[in-house]
């Protein structure tokens, strides 16, 4: 029996293949889309997906401004955040973030999806998302991708 044939491949950045992605959020509920943006950062799509190597793709996120949440959570769920100060401490709720940017809610529901470390801010770099139907990534060719 060949043995050659059962050896586990694992990625590194140079073997990685990566691929831009364009995702529509419009009428999307924001957690379950936010989860299935952060697996394809992470790589975890695809067969060759090592866990200590950046091997997902760039995604492109269009319509932020559209996304939905359920509940009452536009004006009671919480955001926390502190400048570091003594009686710092500020809070949001999602309909005040909405009002500055909507791509911020999205951002920030996908980056607390990712890893805590180096490699979770290198995969968040990958992620790019606009408020309009619009992007300036045609360049890159990305395919569109539906949930």
């Not at 492109?60 to 926390?80: C, F, H, P, Q, S």
């Not at 805590?116 to 060719?141: I, S």
Request: charged share 25%; net charge positive; proline share 5%.
């Amino acid at each position: 029996m060949d043995t050659l044939s059962y050896k586990t491949v694992s990625a590194n950045a140079a073997t990685v293949e990566k691929n831009w992605i364009v995702v529509d959020a419009q009428a999307a509920v924001l957690g379950r889309f936010s989860s299935e943006v952060a697996k394809i950062l992470r790589g975890k799509h695809k067969p060759s997906y090592t866990p200590h190597v950046d091997c997902g793709d760039n995604v492109i996120v269009i319509n932020a401004d559209k996304v939905r949440l359920t509940g009452k959570k536009w004006n009671e769920k919480v955001y926390v955040r502190h400048t570091g100060y003594p009686g710092g401490q500020r809070i949001s709720t999602p309909r005040l973030l909405k009002d500055k940017s909507a791509s911020i809610l999205v951002e920030k529901a996908v980056r607390g999806m990712l890893p805590k470390n180096r490699l979770g801010r290198q995969l968040y770099r990958n992620l790019f998302v606009y408020n309009g139907p619009e992007h300036p990534h045609a360049a890159q060719q990305p395919k569109e991708h539906k949930f």
